[in-house]
């Protein structure tokens, strides 16, 4: 007498707890059938018997029991024979149950045999075409027998019959299906159109893009490679227990090789590539999009079957996947990816918190209003304003690729799941198909979450902007497929001014500056066209608006105000350049760059962007008798939120406390002595922003006594750098240091402007300017012109080397 588990291993009444249960693999014999999976079929088998038998007493009375009985014995001879056949299924079922060694033969060695032999003899392709093959035969035979059967006639026969019959018959079979048939081809030929399109095949001899094509992504490319010796050769990890991992997430901004790298994969693996259009999912009708992913999978497990392995790429994935974290109703994040209010140059204390308080900061980020966000710019400008005056995938799309992805990999074909479990063998597992999975999306944190874990994108890498060292290599890559004259040292110069360049941008900048030396008769490309190139894709081009004299002086030397002090007072960017051409929305521009690249920000850095936005007021101020223009309100702007940040948000100011907490949680502000208790009539927010609208003007103001005091000892730089602007309208940086330090450039010499009689006709010309805006008249001087440059040799000086041959 047994009894039922207890404690642990007790399970629910009628189920053993799982671990009692032995597994498939480790059963002796085979697994019992219950009574009723015994006795079914011979029940029906018994009950056709007996219609059969009822059906010939009914059809003539006088026939007695028994010699109906014995009559349908030999009639329905086939229902016994069959019965027969089932009884001795069960039998030797009943065996296989009792007796291990029988067992065994027929699993391991009658079938398992046979099929160790079809795989060690046919690829899976060729299996597969065969197996096809193989049911058409089988099908066909079927029908054949039964048009026999009906016709009277031999199987054969009445197959070659076949057409004849079906002729016969359409017009019986035309009038009972017509219009059903016509409604269900409307349908299916509607959403097989539907369905079609947005996926394109490239076979391995239609990719020519390598690795080496690849240019300023070393360290991502080398992290790709290894799924390539993976996909290549899977045995080297799954035999050691591990399996290959099958998707890849490209992320980073756009235009960074996230698509060329995918390619490259495609032409080193020698595998399909099946590229999937951002738009293929997007249908108007409910159920194609999932139509269409049930059809591209199909054509995937095809493809793998086939070339032993497939890559297929999601271009723009957040199309298909829009469904992002913060809808998931919850805190977890995608793994590798910080929430884009947090995404923030600085120590990343987003991670250092419980995952309640991450949800909590990143809901309140989230709801904060476009004034309250940080700013972050990739270039630091000072713009004068214009006139001076002021500055997816739904529908259960997603769903049926998530399935596709990693879902239950059920046995496939009919004859395998069903005829073999008829038969008592177990479904054939289906095959390991190869496929690679590639994502490539600019806004990872609007995918779904289940699209990102584990086992559907099991590897996610940052493709971002490239390094110096990257952006070198990709200038390299693309100047050596075109004539040029840069040397070395201009190529690293050019890699130092372009900070955020990705690869298409500087393909782009390459052909541009090729376009400008072919316009201008050459074959050969030059730095002034680079240079020439890299303004008109920043800047685009100018308007073509000339200034009436007063005003273009004004302008220049506003202009040359923000470009002396950057000079001056900035470590950490260098001028990129200075223009003032009119532009679309802004009359001139100073851009700065960082030289190398940095993470960090710091308080001296802060305060020096402050010095340069406020160098357009003091030096207005300064040059014309006090007066200013409208044209500074976006530099007080700038100038305002980076202090209003410094001062309430970046503990670089005289308080340490953050003013968006002390406002959310009304603790009042600090040093006011209330202790966050609320008088009569106060109002606490209105409190805050005052205390600190009072730092933000204390700092501010000390840092404009600051440029007025540079300024004042760099007058004369600045009427140069002002004259210089007029003459040439726009300045590269490096033409800026030399007009500043006053030697030779690689486009502007800068040595005449170390003639005193040259400033000194600046000085006047100066005058004339200024008394003219204050009369609102015509500038009764002309612009001084540059004296002509002295022979070579003659002044002892070192050509830049930047300025090429």
Known sequence: ?????????????????????????????RKPLAIWDRIKFLLLLALIWVILLWSALINDPGIPFSDGVRIEVRAGAWVIVLAGLEALRQIHFLISEHWAGYHRFWT????????????????????????RVLTW?????????????VTHTNAVVALLRMPTYIWHALPFVLQLVAILLIVVLQFAAIFWFLSKGGVDVYYPDDIKTRFGDVWGQDHVLERVKENILFLESPETIETKGGYVPGGILLWGPPGTGKTLMAEAVAGETGRPYVFVDPGAFINMFMGVGILKVKSLFRRLRKLALRYGGVIVFFDEADSLGRRGALAQGGPNFPRGMTPAPFQRAGCHGFSYLSEDAQWLLTRHAMDASPAGDEPGTRRSKQVMGMGMGGGGGGMGTLEALLTELSGLKKPRGFINRHVRRMFGMRPKPPPKYRILVMMATNMPESLDEALLRPGRIDRIYKVGYPSKAGRVRTYEGYLAKVGHELTPEQVDKLAVITPYATGATIKDLVNEALITAIRDGRDVISWRDVIKAKQLKEL???????????????????????????YRTRQHLEIDIATIERGSDYLGMVASIPPEDQFTRWRSEYESDILVSLASLAGERMFFGGDSSSGVSGDLESATTVASFMEGFWGMGSTVSS?????????????????????????????????LADRIEDTLGGLLEQVQQVLGENREQVLCLAHALETNKTLAGDDVVAVIERRLGPLIDGRPYADPGLRRQLEDYHHAAMAAHRDHAMVQLSMPALPVPAPAGAVASTPDPLAGP
Request: hydrophobic share 35%; proline share 7%.
């Open 1 to 29: 007498m047994t009894t039922a588990p207890t404690g642990p291993h007790q399970g629910r009444e009628g189920v053993s707890p799982p671990e009692v249960r032995p597994r498939h693999d480790e059963r002796r014999t």
């Open 540 to 566: 685009g081009p100018p308007e073509g608006v000339e200034y009436i004299e007063r005003e273009r002086h004004a302008v220049a030397v506003h202009e040359a105000c923000h470009a002396l002090i950057a």
């Open 108 to 131: 391991q060695t009658f079938f398992g045999g046979t099929e160790r032999l079809t795989r060690r003899r046919l690829s899976a392709w060729t299996r597969f075409r065969l197996w």
């Open 659 to 691: 003013y968006s907490t002390a406002k959310r949680l009304e603790v009042g502000s600090p040093g006011g002595g209330q202790g966050g208790r609320k008088k009569k009539g106060q109002d606490p927010e209105a409190e805050l922003r005052r205390a």
């Open 137 to 149: 035969l089988f099908w066909i035979a079927v029908i054949a027998v039964v048009a026999g059967k």
